[in-house]
């Protein structure tokens, strides 16, 4: 995690492709079916991030906010490598830890004491590690004689709050977090943000997404604006959630005015090779021409196009 760079995820002009067609593959007989009705190229996928590019420093909180729909939690989903990105590449430099939905992860018919074992072996972690943490946790999550009470009867605050406790009781290098500081009582969330506030003291990253704009101006550096799967802007987490509580308010498609903000300079990035990075790449390209950024402010590098790879990913 520690490289030269400073850098603890490297975005380069990232990409992710989705097949919007319910068939995994297009038969001969599809094929020609479209090309009567004249339908090519394109038609029946949908981008749902394209030409991303940022850099998250070690010991920063970064912000991504952005409408429904904006790639949000796309985007979440490829920095944790659970999506490959059909364009660009992603270094990502530590161990992550993810905490993307609700109780994702538990098994409904065990009790809280039993998914913090399942959860902790899922992150790696052998059974004397957890047994050495499990109290912690449970102390953390509040959920008192309810840890030996079934998932399935826990109200969403519980199994959000149980979730949070074990992911960040391992201390990951990186901890990605979708909309989930908004769960439990005014205690439990300041409990919360001081537990964010002491893995960043360690010099740990510290990805989340959220629509609460207060939240993100309060314990953000530095945050990204997401509109339809580009980068409407980037910089500084004061400005960038101004900017898009603005947006919001004029009630309008685009931002009414190119948002002009200091940019990160991503220039340099295909140069970097990080001892022990986790590098996530497109493996073929194509040219293809690229619709305009939406902010002009914003200018990323000339975009490439895949062939869906051997994962199929885009059938997901």
């Not at 409904?108 to 004491?113: E, H, I, K, S």
């Not at 948002?259 to 493996?283: E, K, M, N």
Request: hydrophobic share 40%; proline share 4%.
């Amino acid at each position: 995690m520690h490289g030269s760079t400073g850098y603890a995820i490297e975005v380069e002009n990232v990409g992710v492709r989705f097949n919007l067609r319910m068939n995994r593959r297009n038969t001969l007989r599809r094929t020609v079916l479209d090309l009567l009705r004249g339908v090519r190229g394109e038609s029946g996928h949908f981008w749902a991030l394209r030409d991303l590019s940022f850099r998250v420093k070690q010991g920063e909180m970064f912000g991504i906010i952005g409408a429904n729909g904006s790639g949000k939690s796309t985007l979440l989903l490829v920095l944790a490598g659970i999506l490959r990105p059909d364009t660009g590449s992603v270094r990502v430099n530590g161990r992550v830890s993810t905490l993307l939905t609700l109780g994702a992860g538990f098994d409904q018919d065990l009790t809280g004491r039993e998914n913090i074992f399942l959860s902790g072996a899922f992150l790696g972690l052998t059974k004397p590690e957890i047994e050495a943490q499990c109290d912690e946790i449970i102390r953390f999550s509040e959920l008192g004689d309810f840890i030996n009470v079934p998932v399935r009867r826990y109200s969403s605050g519980m199994g959000a709050r149980l979730g949070f406790a074990i992911a960040t009781s391992i201390e990951p290098d990186i901890l990605l977090l979708d909309e989930v500081l908004g769960v439990g009582d005014a205690s439990f969330q300041e409990k919360s943000k001081s537990r964010l506030l002491q893995l960043i003291n360690k010099a740990n990253a510290i990805v989340l997404v959220s629509h609460g704009m207060a939240f993100v101006k309060e314990m953000c550096t530095t945050a990204v604006w997401l509109q339809d799967g580009r980068v409407a802007a980037l910089g500084d987490a004061a400005e960038v959630t101004e900017a898009y509580t603005d947006w919001v308010r004029s009630a309008k498609e685009l931002p009414p005015r190119p948002v002009r903000l200091p940019t990160q300079d991503v220039s340099g990035l295909s140069a970097y090779r990080g001892a022990g990075a986790r590098r996530l790449t497109a493996p073929h390209a194509e040219t293809s021409p690229l619709a305009a950024p939406i902010c002009s402010r914003h200018t990323d590098p000339p975009g490439r196009v895949l062939q869906p790879d051997q994962l199929e990913k885009e059938d997901v």
